[in-house]
């Protein structure tokens, strides 16, 4: 079993930035990618950013270029560095890993931008 514990959440205005964490724990070491999806309010969750052990990553057409997802590797946390934060980025965003045919979700910490 994986356990993910989020953090960095929190409210911001335009232009502004934030940083979120997700810790992993317990079978860690069968962890082969991790990601960051987010929902906002009446809309379908969504990826934002994903990465596997090996480094590759990929993200939504509509953070290109302003978000970086990275992984400790060793550790199995994860980060959304979220730069130039615009109003449509508000939603829960939800840490994610994937290990062996399993996925496990955080608990969700919430992102507001405000005009």
């Known amino acids: 079993q994986v356990q993910l514990v989020e953090s960095g959440g929190g409210l911001v205005q335009v232009g502004g930035s934030l940083r979120l964490s997700c810790a992993a724990s317990?079978?860690?070491?069968?962890?082969?990618?991790m990601g960051w999806y987010r929902q906002a309010p009446g809309k379908q969750r969504e990826l934002v950013a994903g990465?596997?052990?090996?480094?590759?990553?990929n993200y939504a057409d509509s953070v290109k270029g302003r978000f970086t997802i990275s992984m400790d590797n060793v550790k199995k946390t994860v980060y959304l560095q979220m730069n130039n934060l615009k109003p449509e980025d508000t939603a829960v965003y939800y840490c994610?890993?994937?290990?062996?045919?399993?996925?496990?979700w955080g608990q969700g910490t919430q992102v507001t931008v405000s005009s």
């Open positions: 994610n890993a994937r290990y062996g045919f399993r996925e496990a």
């Open positions: 990465i596997l052990s090996d480094g590759r990553t």
């Open positions: 317990g079978s860690i070491f069968s962890i082969v990618g």
